[in-house]
């Protein structure tokens, strides 16, 4: 998948959860099964998610610098990143407390689905540094993951909007 094809699925797929959120009528905004996230925490965990990429990634001296490594293996396919993500999703298993997110009032909706595909548009606009090669190239690290490509990264990223609009659908929109 080329880079172009890489920001369109991120975008189309982060605006689907922008699109669900917003959907949500007023009088069921705060609507969430007991100790689950509202739907515009889910979008706002998926920020809170990409937020360390964009700050790695909109350095590209940087981030090379790191050096979180290389790789000549390449880049797997959105369909096993999506497949590896699944899997490592067990029972028990929680966000680390950085990407947990706060409630967020009813005052603040609009403000937060503009700043989330703000952050989308910043996340997609990183791609434009690296060449196809090197999404496939330089590793960067994720907490469940491990060490991934760029690529597989921007496959995550894509997929999670996914995942949290099925949590959506199934925990408050049912």
Request: hydrophobic share 35%.
């Amino acid at each position: 998948m080329k880079i172009e094809s890489l920001k369109q699925n991120l975008k189309r797929e982060h605006q689907r959860i922008t699109d669900v959120v917003q959907s949500i009528s007023d009088d069921r905004f705060y609507d969430a099964p007991p100790g689950k996230w509202t739907a515009v925490q889910h979008l706002k965990h998926v920020q809170l998610c990409m937020e360390p990429s964009i700050r790695l990634l909109s350095d590209k001296p940087k981030f090379v610098s790191k050096l979180f490594g290389e790789t000549k293996e390449g880049s797997r396919s959105y369909e096993s990143i999506s497949l590896l993500y699944q899997n490592g999703l067990v029972p028990g298993i929680v966000s680390p407390e950085r990407f947990v997110p706060d409630m967020i009032s009813l005052d603040d909706k609009e403000k937060t689905l503009i700043d989330f595909m703000y952050k989308v548009g910043l996340l997609a606009d990183t791609l434009d540094l690296y060449a196809e090669e090197e999404l496939d190239q330089y590793l960067i690290p994720h907490p469940l993951l491990g060490l991934i490509t760029l690529r597989e990264m921007m496959h995550f990223y894509t997929y999670h909007a996914v995942h949290h609009i099925n949590r959506i659908y199934a925990t408050i929109l049912h």
